[in-house]
């Protein structure tokens, strides 16, 4: 499973917006996880779980959403759920008690997650930046760490402050408006209306940039989107 990973975020601007709630359960009991952490990834809301296991959570900005949960004793949940305007979305997330303090489980589960990076860092069919390779990058926002990937475009939104899309230089297809919007995953998961100044540098364990479809490894392509490149970020 995936594991995320949530800071504090600045505000995002007022827009469209629905609703969650939902119930965190033990995986092999089924029994009510009360004291349970609820994160929106790329959002400042939070909630936590109460002694029915349950949580609610308004004004979530819509488009698609990273849903974790974390408590200490268990090893993190994650969902994900595109939401339109006006939305109550029900969730359920299902968390698995571990053997280790989450500390270490986190240790382990980002060491997991990056053997993948780490192995096609070796074929070199694409740009790669590990932890020290993003915190040496110039500037403090990730949109200004991402500038030095080959064939990577900074798309700044004229509507929304601090908003940034990603774009191939070299993706011949799937243009808008003259720009070939990229694809993005966090942690494996693609996400969409996101803002990669939403994720703050020091959160980020590893980023894979393909410019372009001949560079994407198998297991991603045909993904939307990936005809105009593909950007992976990796949370530690």
Known sequence: MALGVALPFALPAQGPAGRLSGVVRDTETSAPVAGATV???GTPLAAES???GRFTLSMVPTGT?????RKIGYS????T????????AAVFLYMRQAPQMLPTASVVEAERLLEPFRERRRFGHGAFMDYDE????PGSRMSEK?????GLQIIYSRTRSNSVTIASTRGPDGMRNGVCYSATMINGVQVFDMSVNDIQPNTVAAIEWYAGPAQIPAQFNGKPGTNCGLLIIWLR
């Open 39 to 41: 994160l929106v990834l």
């Open 50 to 52: 109460d002694s029915a």
């Open 65 to 69: 959403r990273i849903v974790v949960s």
């Open 76 to 79: 993190p949940a994650m969902v």
């Open 81 to 88: 759920l595109r939401l339109s305007e006006g939305d109550s």
């Open 134 to 137: 993003v915190q040496r990058a």
């Open 146 to 150: 991402l500038r030095s990937l080959p």
